[in-house]
């Protein structure tokens, strides 16, 4: 009987170790896939500045300057949040902390006296 038993661990161990590997191998290719998504928001990034730019000029030229969203606003009364989060697997704890990061913003601007509405993007 004991025999049965050890044999039974050992495959079980086996599992295990591969349920290991695969598990490497799938944070191996997120963190890969990380690091080109941050590399394309670093190349995206002069041509967001430079386009932040023109709209500042034109605004201060007097193009569209009756456009609501260009006029300052004494107080806000309405904030809004759009919240992303992602849809497949492996990606619990940053949909957990964007989750977190929207609540805790929406409580602050509560206790701020503001109204906020909600865009969700995602699970």
Do not use: F, W
């Not at 497949?88 to 109204?115: F, K, S, V």
């Amino acid at each position: 009987m004991a025999g049965g038993v050890e044999r039974a661990l050992r495959r079980r161990i086996r599992s295990i170790q591969s349920t290991k590997k695969i598990t490497r191998a799938m944070e191996l290719i997120a963190a890969s896939r990380i690091v080109k998504a941050q590399q394309r928001v670093l190349a995206a990034r002069p041509y967001i500045e430079q386009l932040t730019a023109v709209i500042a000029n034109l605004s201060r030229a007097g193009a569209g300057a009756s456009h609501p969203l260009l006029e300052d606003r004494p107080t806000v009364a309405t904030v809004g949040y759009i919240v992303v989060t992602a849809d497949r697997g492996l990606c619990g704890g940053y949909n957990a902390t964007m989750q977190r990061t929207a609540e805790r913003a929406i409580a602050e601007d509560q206790r701020g006296g503001r109204d906020y509405r909600l865009i969700t993007v995602g699970r």
